[in-house]
């Protein structure tokens, strides 16, 4: 890890237009940064797409195929605090439906903190977790017979560019086999009044949680950032539906990072793109989808409309 982060990290600083990768954002403290964020006022994603797992678990049961007639693994990608999963799993529970839950995640601190959750609420289910790269976990997974589920929640795919998430869902599909089925949970283009402040919160959260990966490389890298000179920028275009978060140099200035043994120069005004948070629409996620082995069957969406999950049938 430690030797993928320097490369990682001196490929994106020497870049023309500078960044740095969001899976970056969770070690330890990014992951405990993360869950407040989750849970800001201004942090509408999560609050819906909890509702839909809270109003219409019974409907997502059905229309994932989750019944009590044969055993499933539900596979969760990325799966945080499992807050809304737990939802889910207690109405399985309730319903006899014979399962294994595996989590999936690289940052072995969300998944401790995920199995104590689970064990401590839940303690009949069954949890299997994984820790690591999503599809090297998946490519374990494909000697089972057993139909699998697959969660990709909190707008997650959001992360990446179209182009990016149609090559992630195609080598989900890959790892799949016909008939089984993902949860894409994805955040809908709305406006900037109600998208800029969930980016950007009165209590700074966001804004630590972006300027950590400065800590991160001084911590882990020995790099000199003084995160008293950096400022945590977001934008949003409402047009495109293209949420933004980057770090921005609030001086000229140069940063040695000792790990790698390079000095970086920074322009006053220079930022760092850290993160896109794409926003989707039925439009958006068939044009991402048609070179996929996945196709729509249901879509469900909070009383607001903000957020949506889409049940995929993987063909």
Same mark, same amino acid.
Request: net charge negative; hydrophobic share 40%; with cysteine.
């Given at each position: 890890?430690?030797e993928?982060?320097?490369?990682?990290?001196d490929v994106g600083?020497?870049a023309?237009e500078?960044?740095l990768s969001?899976k970056?954002?969770?070690? +330890?403290?990014?992951d405990?940064l993360f869950?407040? =964020?989750?849970?800001?006022p201004?942090y509408?994603?999560?609050?819906?797409?909890?509702?839909i797992?809270t109003?219409?678990?019974? $409907?997502?049961?059905?229309?994932?195929?989750?019944?009590?007639?044969?055993h499933?693994?539900?596979?969760?990608?990325?799966?945080g605090d499992?807050?809304?999963?737990?939802k889910?799993?207690?109405?399985?529970?309730?319903?006899?439906?014979?399962?294994?839950? =595996?989590?999936?995640?690289?940052?072995?601190?969300?998944?401790k903190?995920?199995?104590?959750?689970?064990s401590k609420d839940?303690?009949?289910?069954?949890?299997k977790?994984?820790?690591?790269?999503y599809?090297?976990?998946?490519?374990?997974?494909?000697?089972?017979?057993?139909?699998?589920?697959v969660?990709f929640?909190?707008?997650?795919?959001?992360n990446?560019?179209?182009?990016?998430?149609?090559?992630?869902?195609?080598?989900?599909?890959a790892n799949?086999?016909?008939?089984?089925?993902?949860l894409?949970g994805?955040?809908l283009?709305?406006p900037a009044?109600?998208v800029?402040?969930a980016?950007d919160d009165?209590?700074?959260?966001t804004?630590a949680?972006?300027l950590?990966?400065?800590q991160?490389?001084?911590?882990?890298l020995?790099a000199?950032f003084?995160?008293?000179?950096?400022e945590?920028?977001?934008?949003?275009?409402?047009?495109s539906?293209?949420? +933004?978060?980057y770090?921005?140099s609030?001086?000229?200035?140069?940063?040695?990072?000792?790990?790698?043994?390079?000095?970086y120069?920074?322009?006053?005004?220079e930022k760092i793109?850290?993160?896109?948070?794409?926003?989707y629409?039925?439009?958006?996620?068939?044009?991402? =989808?048609?070179?996929?082995?996945?196709?729509?069957?249901?879509?469900?969406?909070?009383?607001?409309q903000?957020?949506a $999950?889409?049940?995929?049938?993987?063909?």
């Open positions: 890890m430690f993928q982060f320097a490369k990682d990290v600083l020497s023309q500078k960044n969001s970056y954002f969770y070690n +330890k403290i990014g405990e869950v407040k =964020i989750m849970n800001m201004e509408y994603l999560t609050r819906a797409e909890l509702e797992f109003e219409k678990t019974d $409907d997502m049961m059905a229309y994932l195929g989750l019944d009590n007639e044969r499933f693994e539900l596979i969760e990608l990325g799966a499992g807050t809304k999963t737990k889910l799993l207690a109405a399985m529970n309730h319903n006899g439906v014979s399962y294994d839950y =595996i989590p999936i995640d690289i940052s072995d601190h969300a998944l903190t995920l199995v104590d959750n689970v839940l303690p009949e289910t069954s949890i977790p994984k820790q690591g790269d599809f090297e976990c998946l490519n374990s997974l494909k000697k089972s017979d057993y139909p699998k589920v969660l929640l909190g707008s997650n795919i959001g990446m560019p179209d182009d990016m998430a149609c090559q992630f869902l195609q080598q989900l599909a799949l086999k016909t008939h089984d089925k993902l894409l994805v955040d283009i709305k009044a109600i800029l402040p980016y009165d209590q700074g959260i804004r949680f972006n950590n990966l400065l991160r490389m001084n911590d882990e020995e000199e003084n995160l008293a000179e950096f945590h920028a977001p934008e949003y275009d409402e047009i539906g293209v949420a +933004k978060s770090i921005q609030k001086c000229e200035q140069r940063v040695a990072i000792k790990a790698i043994g390079k000095v120069h920074f322009a006053e005004g793109h850290t993160e896109i948070s794409r926003k629409s039925d439009k958006v996620v068939d044009d991402i =989808i048609s070179d996929t082995e996945f196709c729509i069957a249901k879509k469900m969406t909070d009383g607001n903000y957020f $999950d889409y049940v995929l049938n993987k063909r």
